[in-house]
């Protein structure tokens, strides 16, 4: 059997590789070619019955009489454009003949708002073969694409018989859905555990079709988070992902692209931060219990235990309407309670409520609540009985990191089952002066409810060192020992006790002298952390009185609080890219606006140095496709991408403009190689000024991230006030080496001679120009480069929150004169190794001569 396809578009053909996008370029939904098209209308490539063809327009599969499917997907993640720029001319049922209109699209709406225009013609169904494909190069809609051979085989095809009430003229079939299957090989370093598992779900719930994933024997929704970490899926595992509906072809292609996703995400990000551990404990002394250090710290205090309220549930129910209704109420006040919760919480607690908000909606625990419920049971016994079931399926895995998750759920139900009851979970839990806390587990939300002041410290029988709570008290700085084993339960309420968790060893029965000399160690370690704050909260100035500005680097509204506590004396570089980073859709200007007011709040009147989006590169944003790239970090990145998205860029200074007090906003601009991107951000600036009918001149800052900038930094003054040098990006462009790249990462050094002579280039400049410079690349916060960068003329610095007290102590301890010195012999070394070498030299020098 033959099949000709014509082409559905004018443009120009290319083979599939040519696709900016793994999934049809790797022929994961089948094989044919590409065009990219120079019109917008979109013709049936033969005789055929509409299959799928989403709301969003976007895409449309047309199945042959003789049950072939052709997929046409017009550009590449044009699903995110929500049918903006198409306009359908046929739905699903409908038959057509080839060389009917489908779809129109505007080429240019589509143009900007999609990754590429790239539209791969592929056949989905498989047991056929493709030949005569049209050579690569122009075509015009109605030529022959190319022929299909041969009869596509059973398992594609439909396997959905249900009635969509059009009656399939020439087949005698239904409109029906197919189902496509892909066997995917999972490379993610974890496995699909909690955060893939969440990547997936997000994207499954958005379409019209059945998704499952399976594995080991087991078959999980994709909807479901639960479901999918009961997989067990480890890395190496083959997962087999089956999809059934009006979209399955486009969902096979999301659940790819969610994993590339999670993939993408995992080279990106660190692995993930657990608190500092210390797997091999020292053997455990006399009247020593050894555990496993969860968070940092030493504390004495006395055993306490906090009671946890079994909730009881009634097992029949009172009507299954009634007992739907209570589930639902409860769940929504649930909701209500996390989401506010989370509003007000810290970064740690935010993140963690926001899993708990998912497993709250999470389909295969509803699901399994449901049959509970429709079995007469009641709203609280069917909840708990879904969750000990997903509890139960997570602690039969051979997985530390998924079984962990269990104290999440627990955590959910125990919210879930009160909320029922008519009772809120206590958001404070009493406790004496120096507790130390006993307990087998803790749920985070526990943990939140205790009060910090009276908690000096954890000790849990059982716990893992990456569960949620164990975060948590990482970031409360609680000193924290885990599985610590049965032998806790043994100590007598109110018994002091020694917490050395840096150590991993609780002591059990301390001598009074070893509480003696364990107090005072804990009284001289405060003293000196609220010393050194204290010290933090002063204008910062070296030993010569030269005044040093040290400000805070910034990536979400709730670090500025902390920022301000450590002693930042503002926010040298506000990260606006990751405010939203994991959003689908671009942030309003109202709410970018409210999120730049809180860190302005939360800074009470000290300056703000929001950076314009630097997206691109590294630093790749969901809702701003930008074209797939032979290399990226060279490619639309910085200043770049927002010129060329020039209304995302004016919703962003409209309101970064809205930031009051006024004038407290400078903004910098992020990755400029020269004065005209500067130039049209001014010219923006103005427009806007005028819209607002705002006066005053704007503050505006340019990075030096790359040698461009740094050798031109005159002219580039000439239009800026100050600059700030990015040396992430600036070490990455100058010694030619990946900032990621994990086997080059010794060698990517920002004291590398080449870097420090641009920094000393641009301090220059600066110097000449009587405008101040300053550096917000990580280099600021190594303590070997301090000395150097003050001396060669950078007169403030810009690190994470919680190197600032230690980094204005060092600056309190130096002279600019010696920090001269150094610098100058330093740009005649030949290497970071030999600058290292030097400062250390010179610290000791430094050392002996005082
Ligand atoms: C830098 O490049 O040094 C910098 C501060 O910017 P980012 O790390 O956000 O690219
Ligand atoms: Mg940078």
């Given at each position: 059997?033959?099949?000709?396809?014509?082409?559905?578009?004018?443009?120009?053909?290319?083979?599939?590789?040519?696709?900016?996008?793994?999934?049809?370029?790797?022929?994961?939904?089948?094989?044919?070619?590409?065009?990219?098209?120079?019109?917008?209308?979109?013709?049936?490539?033969?005789?055929?019955?509409?299959?799928?063809?989403?709301?969003?327009?976007?895409a449309?599969?047309?199945?042959?009489?003789q049950?072939i499917?052709?997929?046409?997907h017009?550009?590449?993640?044009?699903?995110?454009?929500?049918?903006?720029?198409?306009s359908?001319?046929?739905?699903?049922?409908?038959?057509?003949?080839?060389?009917?209109?489908?779809?129109?699209?505007?080429?240019d709406?589509?143009?900007?708002?999609?990754?590429?225009?790239?539209t791969?013609?592929?056949?989905?169904?498989?047991?056929?073969?493709?030949?005569?494909?049209?050579?690569?190069?122009l075509?015009?809609?109605?030529?022959?694409?190319?022929?299909?051979?041969?009869?596509?085989?059973?398992?594609?095809?439909?396997?959905d018989?249900?009635?969509?009430?059009?009656?399939?003229?020439?087949t005698?079939?239904?409109?029906?859905a197919?189902?496509?299957?892909r066997?995917?090989?999972?490379?993610?370093?974890?496995?699909?555990h909690?955060?893939?598992?969440?990547?997936?779900?997000?994207?499954?719930?958005?379409?019209?079709?059945?998704?499952?994933?399976?594995?080991?024997?087991r078959?999980?929704?994709?909807?479901?988070?639960?479901?999918?970490?009961?997989?067990?899926v480890r890395?190496?595992?083959?997962?087999?992902?089956?999809?059934?509906?009006?979209?399955?072809?486009?969902?096979?292609a999301?659940?790819?692209?969610?994993?590339?996703?999670?993939?993408?995400?995992?080279?990106?990000?660190?692995?993930?931060?657990?608190?500092?551990?210390?797997?091999?404990?020292?053997?455990?002394?006399?009247?020593?219990?050894?555990?496993?250090?969860?968070?940092?710290?030493?504390?004495?205090?006395?055993?306490t235990?906090?009671?946890?309220?079994?909730?009881?549930?009634?097992?029949?129910?009172?009507?299954?309407?009634h007992?739907?209704?209570?589930?639902?109420?409860?769940?929504s006040?649930?909701?209500?309670?996390l989401?506010?919760?989370?509003r007000?919480?810290?970064?740690?607690?935010?993140?963690?409520?926001?899993?708990?908000?998912?497993?709250?909606?999470?389909?295969?625990?509803?699901?399994?609540a449901?049959?509970?419920?429709?079995?007469?049971?009641?709203?609280?016994?069917?909840?708990?009985?879904a969750?000990?079931?997903?509890?139960?399926?997570?602690?039969?895995?051979?997985?530390?990191?998924?079984?962990?998750r269990?104290?999440?759920?627990?955590?959910?139900?125990?919210?879930?089952?009160l909320?029922?009851?008519?009772?809120?979970?206590?958001?404070?839990l009493?406790?004496?002066?120096?507790?130390?806390?006993?307990?087998?587990?803790?749920?985070?939300?526990?943990?939140?409810?205790?009060?910090r002041?009276?908690?000096?410290?954890?000790?849990?029988?059982?716990?893992?060192?990456?569960?949620?709570?164990?975060?948590?008290?990482?970031?409360?700085?609680?000193?924290?020992?885990?599985?610590?084993?049965?032998?806790?339960?043994?100590?007598?309420?109110?018994r002091?006790?020694?917490?050395?968790?840096?150590?991993?060893?609780?002591?059990?029965?301390?001598?009074?002298?070893?509480?003696?000399?364990?107090?005072?160690?804990?009284?001289q370690?405060?003293?000196?952390?609220?010393?050194?704050?204290?010290?933090?909260?002063?204008?910062?100035r070296?030993?010569?009185?030269?005044?040093?500005?040290?400000?805070?680097?910034?990536?979400?509204?709730?670090?500025?609080v902390?920022?301000?506590?450590?002693?930042?004396?503002?926010?040298?570089?506000?990260?606006?890219?990751?405010?939203?980073?994991?959003?689908?859709?671009?942030?309003?200007?109202?709410?970018?606006?409210?999120?730049?007011?809180?860190?302005?709040?939360?800074?009470?009147?000290?300056?703000?140095?929001?950076?314009?989006?630097?997206?691109?590169?590294d630093?790749?944003?969901r809702?701003?496709?930008?074209?797939?790239?032979?290399?990226?970090?060279?490619?639309?990145r910085?200043?770049?991408?927002?010129?060329?998205?020039?209304?995302?860029?004016?919703?962003?200074?409209?309101?970064?403009l809205?930031?009051?007090?006024?004038?407290?906003?400078?903004l910098?601009?992020?990755?400029?190689?020269?004065?005209?991107?500067?130039?049209?951000?001014?010219?923006?600036?103005?427009?806007?000024k005028?819209?607002?009918?705002?006066e005053?001149?704007?503050?505006?800052?340019a990075?030096?991230?790359?040698?461009?900038a740094a050798?031109?930094?005159?002219?580039?003054?000439r239009e800026?006030?100050?600059?700030?040098?990015?040396?992430?990006?600036?070490?990455q462009?100058?010694?030619?080496?990946?900032?990621?790249?994990?086997?080059?990462?010794?060698?990517?050094?920002?004291?590398?001679?080449?870097?420090?002579?641009?920094?000393?280039?641009?301090?220059?400049?600066?110097?000449?120009?009587?405008?101040?410079?300053?550096?917000?690349?990580?280099?600021?916060?190594d303590?070997?480069?301090?000395?150097?960068?003050?001396?060669?003329?950078?007169?403030?610095l810009?690190?994470?929150?919680?190197?600032?007290?230690a980094?204005?102590?060092q600056?309190?301890?130096?002279?600019?004169?010696?920090?001269?010195?150094?610098?100058?012999?330093?740009?005649?070394?030949?290497?970071a190794?030999?600058?290292?070498?030097?400062?250390e030299?010179?610290?000791?020098?430094?050392g002996?001569?005082?």
């Amino acid at each position: 059997m033959l099949l000709k396809l014509i082409a559905p578009l004018d443009g120009w053909c290319a083979a599939l590789d040519e696709v900016p996008d793994g999934v049809f370029a790797g022929r994961m939904l089948g094989d044919g070619l590409a065009i990219d098209p120079t019109s917008g209308i979109v013709l049936a490539p033969c005789d055929g019955e509409i299959i799928t063809l989403p709301d969003s327009g976007h895409a449309v599969t047309l199945r042959s009489p003789q049950g072939i499917d052709v997929l046409i997907h017009i550009g590449i993640d044009t699903v995110q454009l929500e049918g903006r720029g198409f306009s359908v001319k046929v739905k699903p049922g409908d038959r057509v003949e080839s060389g009917a209109e489908l779809i129109r699209f505007d080429l240019d709406t589509v143009a900007r708002g999609a990754k590429s225009l790239v539209t791969p013609v592929v056949v989905t169904s498989e047991g056929v073969t493709l030949q005569n494909r049209h050579a690569a190069g122009l075509v015009k809609a109605g030529d022959l694409l190319f022929e299909v051979l041969g009869m596509p085989s059973m398992s594609q095809r439909p396997t959905d018989t249900s009635d969509t009430g059009n009656e399939a003229a020439g087949t005698g079939t239904k409109a029906v859905a197919g189902e496509l299957e892909r066997v995917l090989v999972i490379s993610l370093r974890q496995g699909l555990h909690a955060r893939p598992a969440a990547l997936l779900a997000r994207r499954a719930k958005g379409l019209e079709a059945q998704v499952t994933l399976a594995a080991h024997g087991r078959t999980a929704d994709a909807r479901s988070i639960v479901a999918i970490m009961a997989l067990g899926v480890r890395r190496g595992d083959e997962v087999t992902l089956r999809a059934h509906g009006n979209e399955a072809a486009q969902a096979v292609a999301e659940m790819i692209a969610g994993i590339e996703e999670a993939q993408r995400m995992e080279s990106a990000h660190a692995p993930a931060p657990a608190p500092e551990m210390r797997r091999v404990r020292s053997a455990p002394r006399d009247g020593e219990l050894p555990g496993t250090c969860a968070a940092p710290g030493f504390a004495v205090g006395r055993a306490t235990r906090i009671e946890r309220r079994e909730i009881e549930t009634a097992e029949q129910g009172s009507g299954v309407g009634h007992e739907q209704d209570e589930l639902n109420r409860a769940r929504s006040n649930v909701r209500i309670r996390l989401e506010r919760v989370r509003r007000s919480g810290d970064a740690a607690r935010q993140d963690i409520i926001a899993a708990h908000l998912e497993f709250l909606d999470d389909p295969t625990l509803n699901e399994a609540a449901q049959q509970h419920l429709a079995a007469g049971k009641s709203a609280g016994y069917a909840w708990r009985h879904a969750t000990r079931a997903s509890i139960a399926a997570l602690e039969a895995l051979d997985d530390s990191r998924l079984r962990e998750r269990a104290d999440d759920l627990l955590d959910v139900e125990a919210h879930l089952l009160l909320a029922l009851a008519g009772e809120a979970r206590p958001m404070h839990l009493p406790l004496p002066e120096s507790a130390v806390l006993l307990a087998d587990d803790l749920l985070p939300s526990e943990l939140t409810a205790l009060d910090r002041r009276r908690l000096a410290a954890i000790a849990l029988s059982g716990g893992g060192p990456t569960s949620h709570v164990a975060i948590l008290a990482a970031a409360m700085e609680i000193p924290m020992l885990i599985a610590v084993g049965p032998a806790l339960r043994d100590i007598p309420d109110g018994r002091m006790l020694i917490v050395d968790a840096d150590k991993g060893t609780l002591h059990i029965a301390p001598s009074a002298e070893m509480l003696a000399k364990a107090n005072s160690l804990v009284e001289q370690r405060a003293a000196q952390s609220a010393a050194l704050r204290l010290a933090a909260t002063r204008e910062c100035r070296s030993l010569d009185g030269a005044r040093i500005e040290v400000f805070a680097n910034l990536g979400r509204v709730t670090d500025a609080v902390a920022a301000v506590a450590n002693g930042a004396e503002g926010c040298g570089l506000l990260r606006t890219e990751f405010l939203f980073i994991d959003r689908e859709t671009a942030p309003s200007e109202d709410e970018q606006a409210e999120s730049y007011q809180s860190i302005a709040n939360a800074l009470a009147g000290r300056p703000l140095i929001l950076r314009m989006m630097d997206v691109g590169g590294d630093k790749p944003l969901r809702y701003m496709p930008l074209p797939q790239e032979e290399n990226p970090a060279l490619g639309l990145r910085g200043v770049r991408t927002a010129l060329l998205h020039s209304d995302l860029m004016r919703s962003q200074l409209r309101a970064a403009l809205r930031i009051r007090p006024a004038g407290v906003m400078r903004l910098l601009i992020p990755m400029v190689t020269d004065v005209s991107e500067i130039l049209a951000v001014r010219r923006a600036i103005d427009e806007i000024k005028g819209e607002l009918k705002l006066e005053g001149r704007i503050a505006l800052g340019a990075m030096i991230e790359t040698p461009a900038a740094a050798l031109t930094a005159a002219a580039l003054l000439r239009e800026v006030d100050f600059l700030s040098i990015g040396s992430n990006d600036l070490t990455q462009y100058t010694l030619a080496m990946d900032r990621g790249h994990a086997q080059l990462a010794r060698r990517t050094d920002a004291l590398h001679p080449a870097v420090l002579q641009l920094i000393a280039a641009a301090a220059n400049a600066a110097k000449a120009a009587g405008k101040l410079v300053a550096v917000c690349g990580g280099v600021a916060a190594d303590s070997t480069a301090v000395p150097i960068l003050l001396g060669l003329g950078v007169s403030e610095l810009s690190v994470v929150p919680a190197v600032i007290p230690a980094l204005k102590r060092q600056i309190g301890g130096l002279r600019i004169d010696d920090c001269r010195e150094l610098a100058k012999r330093c740009l005649l070394l030949s290497s970071a190794a030999e600058v290292r070498d030097l400062v250390e030299q010179t610290i000791a020098n430094l050392g002996e001569a005082s």
